[in-house]
Structures are given as structure tokens and as C-alpha cells.
Nanobody, 122 residues
Framework: QVQLVESGGGLVQPGGSLRLSCAASGFTLDDYAIGWFRQAPGKEREGVSCIGIADGSTYSADSVRGRFSISRDNAKKTVYLRMNSLKPEDTAVYYC???????????????WGQGTQVTVSS
């Protein structure tokens, strides 16, 4: 009954922007931390950015800090990832996940979406 669905991926040129959305159902979103993760071809899945529950704390990987920002709208049960100044290295499948603790460690997240493809290419 816990479901997360990502959307907003696509093809974008280097330097462009995208906003990913993670829509939640089956649980109260404001009871969970939400993380964004990505997996590029030939690479292990890595943490990108996460947002806490009540305190609103956010964390980002060094590779995206200053370019990506995460936010949540509990009323809409949606978490967003705004990606600016995209680079070819950002090409990956992006996943959102729900857990009890804000972290970039995927093992702390229990519920996962199916992912959305982001391709950065000229």
C-alpha cells in the first residue's frame, strides 16, 4: 500500500534544468524522510539528496551541491528535486525513497519508487 512514483525525467542539454517529482500514497508523507538516489550505467546506486521530517534538514552529495535542491509539499504528498546546471555526468535513473531518517545511505530507506530516467546530452 506504500507507493512512490517518480516523474519529470527526460532528455535535457548540458546546462539545462529539470524538476523531478515523487508522489506518495498509502502513508502520511510528513512522517517520513525522503531521499533521492541515482544509478548511472556501470555504477552503483548513490545518494543524491535527502530531506528530513520535521526539522527540514537537507543533505546533498558533493557532486550536486549548489546545483540540486530538494523540497517537500506535505499537503500534496509530493517531494521535488530541482536540478540546475545539469552535466552529462548526471545521466542516470533517479529514484525516490522513504525512510525514518534523513540520510544519503540507501540502506536506511524502506520504500522505493521505480525510477525515472534523466539523460543529459547535447
Amino acid at each position: 500500500q506504500v507507493q512512490l512514483v517518480e516523474s519529470g525525467g527526460g532528455l535535457v542539454q548540458p546546462g539545462g534544468s529539470l524538476r523531478l517529482s515523487c508522489a506518495a500514497s498509502g502513508f502520511t508523507l510528513d512522517d517520513y524522510a525522503i531521499g533521492w538516489f541515482r544509478q548511472a550505467p556501470g555504477k552503483e546506486r548513490e545518494g543524491v539528496s535527502c530531506i528530513g521530517i520535521a526539522d527540514g534538514s537537507t543533505y546533498s552529495a558533493d557532486s550536486v551541491r549548489g546545483r540540486f535542491s530538494i523540497s517537500r509539499d506535505n499537503a500534496k504528498k509530493t517531494v521535488y528535486l530541482r536540478m540546475n546546471s545539469l552535466k552529462p555526468e548526471d545521466t542516470a535513473v533517479y529514484y525516490c525513497a522513504a525512510g525514518r531518517v534523513a540520510s544519503l545511505s540507501q540502506r536506511l530507506f524502506d520504500s522505493w519508487g521505480q525510477g525515472t530516467q534523466v539523460t543529459v546530452s547535447s
